[in-house]
């Protein structure tokens, strides 16, 4: 899939991408405690629960065509197309979200990361037990960078 340049189009692009149905701001999914929150106030499993879960996935994944995501999200992308790609994705969104904002001076959110690692055409698995993913990225690449 070619993913376009314009940083919306190519965010609109990766959310419409199959397996990232859930990815938002925040990462794959929501903030475990919202989820705790809407399990409280509607019950686990029922139709409320369902339409309320949607309903901050959306609200949560339009946080990411903010100008703050975008920034991040442009910022990363740079970053990363100066990084050596490997096939088997190993090392974690989070901890590179944080190499990238010292990096660059800019702060990313851990989705946004996300979606750059995609747009820079980089292998990325999600982590079926939580909001990030491995991303394909040599380790030794930026050994100087996380110092």
């Not at 910022?75 to 989070?94: D, E, H």
Request: some cysteine; hydrophobic content about 45%; aromatic content about 8%.
């Amino acid at each position: 899939m070619s993913i376009p340049t314009n940083p919306r189009d190519a965010i609109t692009a990766i959310l419409a991408m199959p397996g990232n149905e859930e990815l938002t701001d925040f990462g794959y999914g929501i903030f475990s405690g919202t989820v705790a929150e809407l399990r409280q106030a509607h019950g686990p499993g029922t139709p409320a629960f369902a339409a309320a879960h949607a309903k901050v996935v959306a609200q949560q994944r339009a946080l990411l065509f903010e100008q703050r995501a975008l920034e991040g999200f442009t910022a990363a992308l740079t970053w990363l197309r100066t990084l050596a790609p490997i096939k088997i994705p190993t090392l974690g969104s989070y901890g590179l979200k944080h190499v990238t904002e010292r990096v660059t001076g800019t702060y990313v959110t851990n989705g946004a990361f996300i979606c750059a690692a995609f747009a820079a055409g980089l292998a990325v698995k999600r982590d079926p037990q939580g909001p990030n993913a491995a991303i394909g990225i040599s380790k030794r690449s930026i050994a100087a960078f996380a110092a």
